[in-house]
């Protein structure tokens, strides 16, 4: 066990939904990561926060955004669901935001079935 | 853009030792981590390269070649358990991770 926690374990939705998948990092750790795994993108990472402030960008679509709230859990919203956004969203978090502090600690994901 | 390749399978005998090789491209990173997926599960962290190097942690090792751009992980005393898929991944100036393509690991009796 990580010790962070996401919700819920399973989704299934219809195309043009929204949906917000919700993650509480490791007691202390003050950055959270969302990342994307598809069988055809793979691992890819979405975006990070780092204590309340958005820290770093990657692949993520319009349609997708993210927060992080005071007590440091976030939340991922997709909305407008397409098929192809079916995929395991996991969250991730470590302690700093820097270079130096390289292990990041996953949650178990939220596999999205888009029909 | 960066860019991470990885061999897509590798299979091994129940004790013996086996090298994921990952090559990659970019501008600029802070190091090379390694990541364990078991199906379905977590990516769990295994490994971290700063420097260029062997990195060791029990059984298993990292290597790091910066003027390569070139890295692996080796696995000794292979374990059933040890059947899972492993990933490169650059660890960016926030600590984000760009991963490689992913090497799935049967590991066979």
């Known amino acids: 066990d990580s010790g962070v926690t996401q919700t819920p374990k399973h989704l299934i939705t219809a195309t043009g939904q929204r949906v917000t998948l919700r993650c509480s990092p490791r007691?202390?750790?003050?950055?959270v990561y969302w990342y994307q795994q598809s069988l055809d993108q793979g691992l890819q990472f979405l975006i990070q926060y780092y204590n309340g402030e958005e820290r770093a960008k990657g692949n993520i679509l319009e349609r997708f955004s993210a927060q992080q709230f005071p007590d440091l859990h976030s939340e991922l919203n997709l909305s407008s669901l397409e098929l192809g956004d079916s995929a395991l969203y996991f969250c991730?978090?470590?302690?700093?935001?820097?270079?130096?502090?390289?292990?990041?600690?996953f949650g178990p994901g939220t596999r999205l079935t888009v029909t | 853009g960066q860019s991470l390749e990885q061999p897509s399978e590798v299979t091994a005998v129940e004790g013996a030792i086996v090298q994921i090789n990952c090559t990659y491209q970019t501008s600029g990173f802070y190091g090379l981590s390694w990541y364990q997926q078991h199906d379905g599960g977590a990516p769990t962290f295994l490994s971290y390269n700063a420097l260029d190097g062997l990195e060791e942690t029990g059984r298993f090792s990292s290597f790091l070649s910066r003027s390569d751009s070139y890295g692996y992980l080796l696995l000794q005393e292979l374990q059933m358990k040890d059947s899972a898929s492993y990933f490169c991944a650059l660890v960016g100036a926030t600590n984000k991770l760009i991963f490689g393509t992913g090497t799935l690991l049967a590991v066979q009796p």
């Open positions: 007691s202390g750790d003050l950055s």
């Open positions: 991730a978090s470590s302690v700093e935001a820097s270079g130096g502090s390289y292990e990041q600690y």
